[in-house]
């Protein structure tokens, strides 16, 4: 028999069931246990956590300790019915459990046998709920009262002080070495350097997370976000102004585009993520689980999903689960263990400057970097070594670096700004926006796509995604051409030597937001001996293709492509092929200088993105020249 005495009081409800039992002691045997849980609000479920008195009596319950034959007397049942967070009713699972529950203050007895039980519980459960709401709101409200007098008056709305802020005559004033530290952060987010290497960089116990969250924080340009969601501006002395707020979140919008996240949440198929629960709590690796689900997981998405906290508060997996699962990944190390990817930077090196426009040119896949035993970087495909449904083989990643660099330092993007209809580089806060954008248009075709690999059926909504954010460039596009006070000319006017060393932090940082600005995608296919670099850029005017052996990394061919309007012009080091695009025909404009090399390769190109007409035209003039060498 276990009796429960719970919040104020505790004497006089000890004396109630002490005086309920003398009147019925006819009804109990054996020697009474009595329960306590003091000055704990049943409200959000506070008296049932597992290692308070009443949760541990509901895990006895549960492991079958007490049951059938014992009684469970509580002063007033509202005690132990204001919660909402367990799958099924707390005071269900108790009598179901064979426990008899006795509430003193109503007279009710709780059987299970009972019919009416069930529909006294949940007239009792309404009641006592409501009561702590009400309690909630009125507290509240209380608050928001507090707030809109404080911030009338210009005073502290609560001690609890951001560490940039501290509290002088119960005004805000700021910290002045905290306020220049938060500045230079943000300066160097927008120089190009990762969360990560910020962190290195300040050299002062800083956690990743940390740094992630302050720019973020809005508090920083003096919003204050009340609990309603109201937001009221001025409050808080402004650390950093509001471009350069919208400058960073623009930039963190984009870099989190490209990471590989998508429009559609990795919850939306309940089946298969209570799938991936179910698989891993039978043993399953993760990526076992992605050869066993259908095309489109990956195991990094698998992690994500087994790490999601929202598959509990969604109630798609219940949360003993949810524990479960958490106890064998953090036991196994798996958390730790996901590929290193290429679109992360290392906090002391930038390991590639090409992370998020860098795709395979066999499937459009995202790529991964890795390290062989002589400490050599690899690219590899990720779709291959995944799902195994892409043959494409990898290439070392210092061939591509050195060679796209030094072709990207000789592209004039002066005359391509003064293109009609491509001055799509601005100032920086019209970069970043349109970067932002870009990478949102990338989610929003990668979630496409993927679609139509799973054969899923068209979605409107990710249509129509794509179709505003596509609007939003446009207009953006030409609020800059409209506009030359803000164009700002991309700089790549580096040391290569200094731009390939990975520990040169402040040169590659500036490199690798350059890039992000002015390269839409880089492609790559190794062939035969050979690799094949595919750059095209924010602008349909030029693109590069990139000839590399693949043992050396010597550069071979550089063709340039260019839209010249009526006509496209394939330039090669020996020779020019030109399109009329009107016409539909071809020429070159001096056969006696061309090399065979030259015209193998750009042949070999064409055929590799299915140009039949140009296909046609060389090889009908294959054998002159060869005639011609």
């Not at 045997?29 to 009595?34: A, D, I, V």
């Not at 623009?250 to 990795?266: H, R, T």
Request: charged content about 30%; hydrophobic content about 35%.
């Amino acid at each position: 028999m276990s009796q429960v005495t719970s919040g104020q009081g505790l004497d006089d409800q000890r004396s109630i069931i002490e005086r309920f039992l003398e009147d019925n002691a006819e009804k109990f045997t054996g020697e009474p246990t009595y329960i306590t849980d003091e000055g704990i609000s049943a409200y959000k479920d506070a008296n049932i956590a597992e290692s308070s008195a009443l949760g541990i009596f509901l895990r006895d319950v549960k492991e079958h300790r007490i049951g059938f034959g014992s009684a469970l007397i509580v002063t007033s049942l509202d005690r132990l019915s204001r919660r909402n967070a367990w799958s099924e009713n707390t005071i269900q699972f108790i009598v179901n459990s064979d426990v008899v529950v006795f509430d003193i203050s109503t007279g009710l007895v709780l059987k299970k046998d009972d019919s009416f039980t069930k529909i006294h519980m949940e007239i009792i459960l309404s009641r006592s709920h409501n009561e702590s709401l009400m309690k909630s709101i009125r507290a509240k409200t209380a608050w928001e009262n507090k707030v809109l007098k404080a911030v009338e008056k210009g005073e502290v709305l609560s001690n609890k002080l951001p560490r940039w802020l501290e509290n002088i005559d119960n005004k805000y004033a700021l910290k002045p070495e905290k306020a220049e530290e938060i500045r230079q952060i943000f300066d160097w987010y927008i120089h190009g350097y990762s969360t990560g290497q910020i962190v290195k960089m300040l050299n002062n116990g800083s956690r990743l997370v940390t740094i992630s969250k302050l720019l973020r924080d809005r508090r920083l340009i003096g919003e204050h976000k009340r609990v309603n969601g109201q937001i009221l501006p001025n409050v808080y002395p402004i650390v950093v102004d509001e471009e350069k707020f919208t400058i960073v979140q623009n930039l963190i919008n984009s870099n989190k585009a490209n990471v590989g996240s998508s429009p559609e949440s990795l919850l939306d198929n309940i089946q298969e993520v209570q799938e991936i629960f179910k698989l891993t709590e039978e043993g399953l690796s993760t990526g076992q689980i992605v050869r066993k689900l259908k095309n489109g997981w990956t195991t990094v998405n698998v992690l994500r999903v087994l790490r999601d906290g929202e598959v509990v508060t969604k109630e798609i997996i219940d949360n003993l689960t949810f524990k479960r699962v958490q106890e064998r990944l953090t036991k196994k190390g798996i958390a730790k263990r996901v590929r290193k990817d290429i679109t992360r930077s290392e906090n002391d090196v930038i390991t590639n400057l090409f992370a998020p426009v860098l795709h395979c040119g066999l499937c459009g896949g995202r790529v991964a970097l890795h390290y062989n035993h002589l400490k050599t970087k690899y690219i590899s495909c990720r779709t291959r070594e995944e799902k195994k449904t892409c043959t494409a083989k990898g290439v070392q990643y210092i061939h591509l670096e050195e060679n796209i660099l030094s072709t990207i330092r000789k592209v004039n993007f002066s005359a391509l700004m003064n293109s009609d209809g491509n001055k799509n580089f601005s100032g920086e806060a019209k970069k970043a926006e349109l970067l932002s954008l870009r990478a949102e248009e990338q989610r929003y075709i990668d979630a496409i796509k993927e679609r139509e690999l799973q054969k899923k059926r068209k979605s409107f909504e990710l249509q129509a995604g794509l179709s505003d954010v596509r609007d939003a460039i446009e207009e953006l596009a030409k609020e800059i051409a409209n506009n030359n006070t803000l164009e700002v000319l991309p700089n790549f006017n580096f040391d290569m030597s200094k731009a390939l060393d990975p520990e040169n932090l402040e040169i590659r940082a500036a490199i690798k937001k350059e890039i992000k600005q002015v390269v839409r995608t880089i492609n790559y296919i190794r062939f035969d001996k050979y690799i094949s670099v595919e750059m095209k850029y924010f602008t349909d005017v030029l693109r590069h293709v990139l000839i590399i052996k693949n043992k050396g990394g010597e550069l071979v061919a550089n063709i340039a492509i260019q839209d010249h309007g009526d006509i496209i012009t394939y330039e090669t080091p020996s020779f020019v092929l030109v399109e009329d695009k009107e016409n539909r025909v071809c020429s070159i404009d001096d056969k006696y200088k061309v090399t065979v090399q030259d015209y193998g390769l750009l042949l070999n190109y064409m055929q590799g993105i299915a140009d039949q007409k140009i296909v046609d035209y060389m090889i009908a003039n294959m054998s002159q020249i060869l005639r011609n060498n």
